[in-house]
């Protein structure tokens, strides 16, 4: 079963997708920038036939509104929404009348890039809601000040230049980056639906994301890892080098997490080594009581 909704959230309307049984434990997919929910499309029918998958589009982008405000933005406003739409759709229960947690109640986050920065944000400060954390690609941030008002100046300038020239012409800017290199090796019509989803995007929704949840303007979550118990699946693909250096990094200071690099990925692992993506996920899940029982 798979259902839209459009859920209203602090004066902001989110779009929000549902696929699978209820009863089963959650799952709850964020994408990355410039991305929207349609990006997991072709994980959703594997996996909702083990899990209850949530795929939403984060604010600023796809369906979901773009305030004007550059402010509305941040990353704790963002994931104050994001706990706001688990709790109104449902997706976070309470417990039974015995005092039990109810299995649909268990959400699994999984975070991708911009997206996994917010999953990590909400592990750290909602840690009551999740029961595992797994991000692909994803970083705690920047460690220093200085390196944190560089990228600020520099998304600034980017935000500046989606507002300039529109958004088509700044996807043909955003694909030529050396960080996308790797999705070459897509088919055309990957690439095509890739970039068609892009062009979908607010040009005002994207360059408020950059000023207000940005890599510069978001709190450095490095100190956080060592303090963080649940357990966490950090993926990275072995072409993309600075986030493998940043994934081993982060896989010394965790607790409990594992760490897998994917041979012939980049940046996007779940778009250019699907089916090594999804095996990844379904067994850390599984190796976790609770992360699935109705496989």
Do not use: C
Not at 56 to 84: F, Q, W
Not at 102 to 118: A, E, F, T
Not at 134 to 158: C, F
Not at 220 to 239: F, K, T
């Amino acid at each position: 079963m798979r259902n839209n909704w459009a859920v209203t959230i602090h004066g902001v309307t989110y779009h929000v997708e549902v696929a699978g049984d209820e009863q089963r434990p959650s799952l709850l997919l964020l994408h990355g920038f410039s991305g929207s929910s349609q990006n997991w499309a072709a994980h959703v029918p594997a996996l909702a036939q083990h899990y209850r998958v949530i795929t939403l589009d984060i604010l600023g982008h796809g369906r979901t509104d773009s305030p004007t405000k550059p402010a509305r933005y941040s990353m704790e406003k963002v994931a104050r929404d994001v706990t706001a739409v688990l709790q109104q759709s449902s997706i976070v229960n309470p417990a039974t009348s015995s005092g039990q947690v109810r299995q649909s109640s268990i959400v699994n986050l999984l975070g991708y890039s911009m997206g996994g920065r917010l999953a990590l944000y909400l592990a750290v400060h909602y840690p009551h809601l999740f029961h595992t954390l797994i991000l692909e690609s994803a970083s705690p941030g920047l460690e220093t000040e200085a390196d944190r008002a560089m990228r600020r100046g520099h998304d600034n300038l980017l935000a500046n230049l989606i507002l300039r020239v529109g958004i088509a012409a700044f996807v043909d800017y955003w694909e030529a980056l050396p960080l996308w290199a790797s999705q070459q090796q897509l088919t055309p019509e990957q690439r095509a639906a890739l970039r068609a989803q892009r062009l979908q995007n607010n040009p005002i929704g994207l360059a408020n994301s950059l000023r207000g949840m940005g890599t510069g303007v978001q709190p450095s979550l490095w100190p956080y890892l060592p303090g963080l118990n649940l357990p966490i699946l950090l993926l990275a693909g072995a072409l993309d080098e600075k986030f493998v250096s940043i994934n081993t990094t982060m896989h010394r200071l965790l607790l409990n997490s594992q760490l897998e690099i994917i041979v012939g990925a980049g940046h996007t692992v779940h778009l250019e080594r699907p089916s090594s993506f999804q095996q990844h996920v379904h067994n850390f899940l599984e190796s976790v009581a609770g992360g699935a029982r109705h496989s």
